[in-house]
């Protein structure tokens, strides 16, 4: 089952200075998400950004996500439904159709922040090939969490809903791995904090609403968990796998301390 949407005039538009506004693609995967969809798609179309393609990469589906799709069909540029091998599969597979030269993995369970949000990342050129914010973590209020150093990437992962990331990456990158099937997107992550011509850029806003009972908020990804520090190795190099395991023993020490007294 498939719709190849309505592409119309993308990537032509301009903003009010006359600065072409780059194509951004929002890929969405869902599997009988029928409980939060429309909330995310909402997000999605009432963005005050003139250059989106949205597509949506169902998991064949059994409840009604699919009629949920349907009811925004002229809306959505592209989506399918089929099986797939998981959600990174399914971003795979929109990383593969998508046209834009700015790719952001929205879950079916998230929103984004406000209606502003590409309008403010996207109005000026950017010279980093990702660029991330913060996400606001389900219903506690938290913001999470900054900006990340290579340090602070062993120990976190930036939220996926908070990335923008330039299309060249997964061209130079490759796609997520299937491996890591929670978790690919860490794996991601480090190897293109470590390329040189990244140039990772924090911007101090909030992109998203993040549902943090989602699928990969607390799982466990046991082939990460076990190989991280040598995909950190091989990123960042030995000193730096030691720096980092050095700082993460030491805030964990002090943490445990402060609980104690």
Same mark, same amino acid.
């Given at each position: 089952?498939k719709?190849?949407?309505?592409?119309?005039?993308?990537?032509?538009?301009k903003n009010q200075n006359?600065?072409?506004?780059?194509?951004? %693609?929002?890929i969405?995967?869902t599997?009988n998400?029928?409980k939060d969809?429309?909330?995310?798609i909402h997000?999605v179309?009432?963005q005050k950004?003139?250059?989106i393609?949205f597509i949506i990469?169902?998991?064949a589906s059994?409840?009604?996500?699919?009629?949920?799709i349907k009811k925004y069909d002229d809306?959505?540029?592209y989506?399918i %439904?089929?099986?797939d091998?998981?959600?990174? /599969?399914?971003?795979n597979?929109?990383?593969?159709?998508a046209?834009g030269?700015?790719?952001?993995f929205?879950?079916?369970d998230d929103?984004l922040? /406000?209606?502003?949000?590409l309008q403010?990342?996207?109005?000026?050129p950017r010279e980093?090939?990702?660029l991330?914010g913060?996400?606001?973590w389900?219903?506690?209020?938290?913001?999470?969490?900054?900006?990340?150093?290579?340090?602070?990437?062993?120990r976190l992962?930036i939220?996926?809903?908070?990335i923008?990331y330039?299309r060249?990456l997964f061209t130079?990158?490759g796609?997520?791995?299937?491996?890591y099937?929670?978790?690919?997107?860490w794996?991601?992550?480090?190897?293109?904090?470590?390329?040189?011509?990244?140039k990772p850029c924090f911007?101090?806003?909030i992109v998203?609403?993040?549902?943090?009972?989602?699928?990969?908020s607390?799982?466990e990804d046991?082939?990460?968990?076990?190989?991280?520090?040598?995909?950190?190795?091989?990123c960042?190099g030995?000193?730096n796998?030691?720096?980092a395991?050095?700082?993460?023993f030491?805030?964990?020490?002090?943490?445990?301390?402060?609980?104690?007294?």
């Amino acid at each position: 089952m498939k719709s190849n949407g309505h592409p119309g005039n993308k990537g032509q538009a301009k903003n009010q200075n006359g600065y072409i506004l780059p194509l951004v %693609s929002i890929i969405t995967a869902t599997f009988n998400a029928e409980k939060d969809l429309d909330q995310c798609i909402h997000s999605v179309l009432g963005q005050k950004y003139d250059n989106i393609e949205f597509i949506i990469i169902d998991g064949a589906s059994t409840d009604t996500t699919l009629d949920i799709i349907k009811k925004y069909d002229d809306q959505i540029d592209y989506w399918i %439904s089929e099986k797939d091998r998981g959600v990174y /599969d399914a971003l795979n597979k929109g990383i593969n159709v998508a046209k834009g030269e700015w790719l952001y993995f929205l879950g079916a369970d998230d929103r984004l922040a /406000d209606d502003k949000v590409l309008q403010n990342i996207f109005s000026k050129p950017r010279e980093s090939k990702l660029l991330y914010g913060n996400v606001r973590w389900g219903d506690t209020g938290r913001i999470y969490d900054g900006e990340f150093s290579r340090l602070k990437l062993f120990r976190l992962n930036i939220c996926q809903q908070a990335i923008f990331y330039h299309r060249d990456l997964f061209t130079s990158l490759g796609r997520f791995n299937l491996r890591y099937n929670v978790k690919a997107d860490w794996v991601f992550n480090m190897k293109a904090f470590a390329a040189k011509d990244v140039k990772p850029c924090f911007i101090d806003i909030i992109v998203a609403d993040y549902n943090n009972k989602g699928m990969s908020s607390d799982a466990e990804d046991e082939n990460l968990n076990r190989e991280r520090e040598d995909i950190f190795r091989e990123c960042f190099g030995k000193v730096n796998l030691f720096r980092a395991k050095l700082s993460h023993f030491l805030e964990t020490r002090i943490l445990s301390a402060g609980t104690s007294k």
